[in-house]
Antibody, heavy 118, light 112 residues
Framework: EVQLVESGGGLVQPGRSLKLSCAAS????????MAWVRQAPKKGLEWVAT????????YYPDSVKGRFTISRDNAKSSLYLQMNSLKSEDTATYYC???????????WGQGVMVTVSS | DVLMTQTPVSLPVSLGGQVSISCRSS???????????LHWYLQKPGQSPQLLIY???NRFSGVPDRFSGSGSGTDFTLKISRVEPEDLGVYYC?????????FGAGTKLELK
């Protein structure tokens, strides 16, 4: 059974940093692209970052480019999202997700809440 | 960025009924490789989104055949027949043809 478990969320002040983690199990982690998708409270979904199987390629939308860094440790079957210079508009539930070929995500974690507020 | 427009925003339904949700894109979703990367998700209350349909019309593992996807180019439809209580929630379309990937704003399926 595919499982994705996020951790590391919480309350953080604007301008500060936070690092999210995602522990994957139930599949060969190193064979899949992975992604982070977020959802602001009572809002829709926004794709935040994608990483290739080896970690050599990463993709970000303009809204987070230069502030967020996605990374992975295939030996630990873990995905990360380093978030710097956080803004109030980054407040959201962040989902770790598996991304097979075709650009969609097929399995999602339960999500972790990040609140950016003073 | 590609704008994904879903209609309607809210969709009242009776159990056992049939509904359609539309998703229109501001650009063609046909990729240079010939594939169309349009997908559908359902987010039930208090849960993470779950994949229903990938690449326009392919049902994901375990998704009942009451769900069907169709469309091409910029115009796509998700049909749900014989609606059951577990089908209620918010439906999203996602395009992954053009970067950045973008979701529709959602269609809330609720009981009449």
């Amino acid at each position: 059974e595919v499982q994705l478990v996020e951790s590391g969320g919480g309350l953080v002040q604007p301008g500060r940093s936070l690092k999210l983690s995602c522990a994957a199990s139930g599949f060969t982690f190193s064979n899949y692209y992975m992604a982070w998708v977020r959802q602001a409270p009572k809002k829709g979904l926004e794709w935040v970052a994608t990483i290739s199987t080896s970690g050599s390629r990463t993709y970000y939308p303009d809204s987070v480019k230069g502030r967020f860094t996605i990374s992975r440790d295939n030996a630990k079957s873990s995905l990360y999202l380093q978030m710097n210079s956080l803004k109030s508009e980054d407040t959201a539930t962040y989902y770790c997700a598996r991304r097979p070929y075709g650009g969609y995500v097929d399995y999602w974690g339960q999500g972790v809440m990040v609140t950016v507020s003073s | 960025d590609v704008l994904m427009t879903q209609t309607p925003v809210s969709l009242p339904v009776s159990l056992g009924g049939q509904v359609s949700i539309s998703c229109r894109s501001s650009q063609s979703l046909v990729h240079s490789d010939g594939n169309t990367y349009l997908h559908w998700y359902l987010q039930k209350p208090g849960q993470s989104p779950q994949l229903l349909i990938y690449r326009v019309s392919n049902r994901f593992s375990g998704v009942p055949d009451r769900f069907s996807g169709s469309g091409s180019g910029t115009d796509f439809t998700l049909k749900i027949s014989r609606v059951e209580p577990e089908d209620l929630g918010v439906y999203y379309c996602l395009q992954s043809t053009h970067f950045p990937y973008t979701f529709g704003a959602g269609t809330k399926l609720e009981l009449k």
